[in-house]
């Protein structure tokens, strides 16, 4: 979690200019839409830079938006607009990718603090370059000299391996983890019919994982006896995919697809074991379900994501690695039976635990505590410094022919997901359309049969009448 440094109830709030990519409902977004919220009700301003998406309207409700696009295309326009919103009252939280990496000296030079906030699992050294992993190094080691600078990862082991690799104290990396903002409780209930297996996801491609590990355990609930069923909520451009696999896997009949979820914890109410990782973790122990964690680590057989059931005892590690722990040889079956040994005591503490250490004021303070307590005395010699890597970062990153490249590729997956979208939405009418036929057909049969029986009484009735007329 992050770590308490000074206290921010004695100090005004400063401004917070939350820089992400498309207004989704990803767990960075989510956790950037709750720092948003919480920094509003507590009379902040703030300001959320990033591409429209279906969180527009709530990050609207709590500030200023300023629409991008994203992937970047424009870089100019979109630099104008960035610089347009930051002070050096500002305090600068932007989700760390590729995009944004040669606006990191830029946006030190003029804001307050500058957080770098990763939630991905893995380190930068798997997904950049050498070179530009160099430059981007040397950026933080003078940010962390100039006490400006502040990073944050998806859980402590992710902190732990980005604080080595860039060479950054420990107190400069810390994990922000995810937090919810529902504290309401409602009484526990349990399912008295089938046993529902539940997750919940935005349905992209590399959270397909979830459902991989799913169908395990429900194939293990079935071979025990129970009347199981997995339910699946969420939407997203992969939905075809996630479909695909469930009737591959030869238990189609008992996979069903929810639809898009906008209130998490009500939707995981509807389970009874929830078979996920990072933010849904959370929301689904608010809901009262008995959880199991999920591994992101890469491996080809997907019943190894299994790791544990949350516990009272065991909650604190899990917590720490985002509920997203290491592959696990213990099994689907024994994973089943663990979950349902969790008695409503247990449900009732993991509840209250949630509330306690998760709820997103928590979070805000802990943030405010952070960075509110960093420098905000400029070194100009840091600053100078910096601005001398800007360029080569730049052209590390994006060098002509890269960036014509790049453009091309960005308005490529652009277009190609905007066709799947239309897609999706075809697919579906079509889904509608053949619903509604077989309605139709099954109404025109039973005229059919009535016909054909009122038929039969007619041709009864002939000859009966031509029988006596003999």
Known sequence: MLSQIGNSSKAPLPRLVLMTGALVRGGMEMQFLDLAREHHQ???????????????????????????DFPIIDR?????????????????????????????????????????????????????????LTQLTKIFQALENDGRLALSASSRTNADAHAKLFGLKDST???WYPSVCTTDLEPLKEHENDLKIGIIARLSPEKLLLLQAAVHVLRAAL???????????????????????????????????????TDPVSTCRRFDIAVVNGRVALEALLAGCRVITVSVDETADHELRLHSVVTCENIEILAEDNFAPTLNKYGAENLLKDAK??????????????????SAGISHKLCLDRVIDISIERSASATEYLLEYYFAIYDSLFTIDQS??????????????????????????????????AEQRDNWEKVAIDCNDQLESLRSIISDSEKSEC
């Not at 507590?42 to 991008?68: C, D, H, Q, R, Y």
């Not at 997203?236 to 996979?255: H, K, P």
């Open 42 to 68: 507590n009379g902040g301003e703030v300001v959320t830079i990033g591409a429209n998406g279906p969180l527009l309207k709530s990050f609207m409700t709590f500030g200023k938006t300023v629409l991008t």
């Open 76 to 132: 100019k326009s979109f630099v104008d607009a960035v610089v347009g919103e930051i002070r050096n009252d500002t305090v600068c939280i932007i989700a760390l990718q590729s995009d944004y990496f040669s606006l990191i000296p830029l946006l030190a030079k003029i804001c307050r603090v500058l957080v770098c906030a990763h939630n991905r699992s893995g380190t930068f050294e798997q997904w950049l370059p050498a070179k530009s």
């Open 173 to 175: 990396v810390k994990a």
């Open 223 to 261: 071979a025990s006896g129970d009347k199981a069923k997995l339910l699946v909520a969420g939407e997203g451009i992969a939905r075809a995919e996630f479909e695909e696999w469930a009737n591959a896997s030869g238990l189609g009949d008992n996979i069903e697809f929810l639809g898009e979820s």
């Open 341 to 358: 040994s969790i008695s409503d005591f247990d449900r009732a503490q993991l509840q209250k635990w949630v509330v306690e250490k998760r």
């Open 404 to 437: 014509e490249q790049l453009r091309n590729e960005r308005a490529l997956r652009t277009e190609v997901s905007l066709e799947m979208e239309k897609a999706q939405n075809w697919i579906s009418e079509q889904r509608d359309a053949i619903q509604w036929l």
